[in-house]
């Protein structure tokens, strides 16, 4: 059963292998009870060691573990918790409901890792893959990542200066797009890296580079004079045009490498809320603009803790006040 819980009969058989041959590799201990080496290995050096470990004492301390967000949210009181949950079925991150908790004061707010626990051990009653943006199941370990170097020739991303990369100057957006069902629309997609906030343009009829550029322009259009300084894309086809975006408003262009959206890391997490509301598969081609920028709306509305839980929409607008 990969991914559920160490039983006690499987930790027994973990101690045995372990008295048979306390050097056994932890392949061979893995195989006896059909789990992933890393498993084993966490769980013997979590709980004591090779010398010292106990299948009983491992249990119980794993059994209190698993314990614990339930408690915890249950000290917060049962509406408390159900606010919660009714928050994060509404698209809201844990992170934001616990910002708003603690600037309303609420008595016993639990902290946000105890609301990720809960909604992965199902303490709250509402799936992981229904309410995080993620939509995972189960939390998964942060891969390696390794930049590709293709691409030369364009303006790239290593070329920040160091007020862009460093988020200490405003007017810098990162752009993507979102591609609807059958690949026959999309949403182009605008995060600003200093206040987080995002907007997104309709583009009922297709993403080739003119269309793409007819949507940019509707869209950097929207951007106040002084908070537009340059924009990044990836190397798609569709930004084919960049040249004139560039001349067209005075800006700088950047581009990151090919197949390494990790480098536009604000666009690719406001791009996972805004497909929490428009999920892969969804026509994007009859969407109202009206109704996209009321999920703007919400979207930066939250509080975030990278914006010492103030939200993108308060930070913006001290921006474009005149």
Same mark, same amino acid.
């Given at each position: 059963?990969?991914? %559920?819980?160490?039983? *006690?009969? #499987? !930790?027994?058989?973990?101690?045995?292998?372990?008295?048979?041959?306390?050097? /056994?590799? =932890? &392949?061979?201990?893995?195989?006896?009870?059909?789990?992933?080496?890393?498993?084993?290995?966490?769980?013997?050096?979590?709980?004591?060691?090779?010398?010292?470990?106990?299948?009983?004492?491992?249990?119980?301390?794993?059994?209190?573990?698993?314990?614990?967000?339930?408690?915890?949210?249950?000290? %917060?009181?049962?509406? *408390?918790? #159900? !606010?919660?949950?009714?928050?994060?079925?509404?698209?809201?991150?844990?992170? /934001?409901? =616990? &910002?708003?908790?603690?600037?309303?004061?609420?008595?016993?707010?639990?902290?946000?890792?105890?609301?990720?626990?809960?909604?992965?051990?199902?303490?709250?009653?509402?799936?992981?893959?229904?309410?995080?943006?993620?939509?995972?199941?189960?939390?998964?370990?942060?891969?390696?990542?390794?930049?590709?170097?293709?691409?030369?020739?364009?303006?790239?991303?290593?070329?920040?200066?160091?007020?862009?990369?460093?988020?200490?100057?405003?007017?810098?957006?990162?752009?993507?797009?979102?591609?609807?069902?059958?690949?026959?629309?999309?949403?182009?997609?605008?995060?600003?890296?200093?206040?987080?906030?995002?907007?997104?343009?309709?583009?009922?009829?297709?993403?080739?580079?003119?269309?793409?550029?007819?949507?940019?322009?509707?869209?950097?259009?929207?951007?106040?004079?002084?908070?537009?300084?340059?924009?990044?894309?990836?190397?798609?086809?569709?930004?084919?045009?960049?040249?004139?975006?560039?001349?067209?408003?005075?800006?700088?262009?950047?581009?990151?490498?090919?197949?390494?959206?990790?480098?536009?890391?604000?666009?690719?997490?406001?791009?996972?809320?805004?497909?929490?509301?428009?999920?892969?598969?969804?026509?994007?081609?009859?969407?109202?603009?009206?109704?996209?920028?009321?999920?703007?709306?919400?979207?930066?509305?939250?509080?975030?803790?990278?914006?010492?839980?103030?939200?993108?929409?308060?930070?913006?607008?001290?921006?474009?006040?005149?």
């Amino acid at each position: 059963m990969p991914g %559920a819980p160490l039983s *006690l009969p #499987e !930790r027994e058989e973990i101690a045995v292998a372990l008295i048979e041959d306390r050097a /056994a590799a =932890w &392949a061979s201990i893995a195989r006896r009870i059909d789990r992933h080496p890393t498993t084993v290995a966490r769980e013997v050096e979590g709980h004591g060691g090779r010398a010292r470990y106990r299948p009983a004492t491992a249990d119980r301390a794993a059994q209190r573990r698993r314990r614990r967000p339930r408690e915890r949210l249950a000290a %917060a009181g049962v509406e *408390l918790c #159900e !606010r919660i949950a009714t928050e994060l079925r509404q698209g809201r991150s844990p992170e /934001a409901v =616990w &910002a708003d908790l603690r600037a309303e004061s609420a008595p016993a707010v639990p902290c946000v890792e105890t609301i990720y626990q809960a909604v992965y051990s199902g303490s709250l009653g509402v799936k992981a893959s229904e309410c995080l943006r993620s939509r995972r199941p189960r939390r998964r370990s942060r891969q390696a990542r390794h930049p590709n170097k293709r691409g030369a020739g364009l303006p790239n991303i290593s070329a920040w200066p160091g007020p862009v990369n460093e988020r200490l100057e405003v007017g810098h957006w990162e752009i993507d797009q979102i591609i609807g069902a059958r690949n026959q629309s999309s949403l182009i997609t605008f995060a600003e890296r200093v206040t987080r906030y995002t907007f997104a343009i309709t583009m009922p009829e297709g993403y080739d580079a003119d269309a793409t550029l007819a949507g940019l322009t509707v869209g950097l259009d929207r951007i106040p004079t002084g908070l537009l300084r340059s924009v990044t894309f990836d190397q798609g086809s569709e930004w084919a045009e960049w040249e004139t975006v560039k001349a067209t408003y005075g800006i700088d262009v950047w581009f990151c490498d090919p197949h390494s959206p990790w480098q536009r890391g604000q666009i690719e997490n406001q791009n996972r809320a805004w497909r929490w509301w428009f999920p892969r598969g969804t026509r994007l081609d009859n969407l109202d603009q009206t109704h996209v920028d009321d999920v703007a709306a919400i979207i930066n509305g939250q509080r975030r803790r990278n914006l010492t839980y103030h939200s993108p929409t308060e930070l913006y607008a001290v921006l474009t006040v005149h």
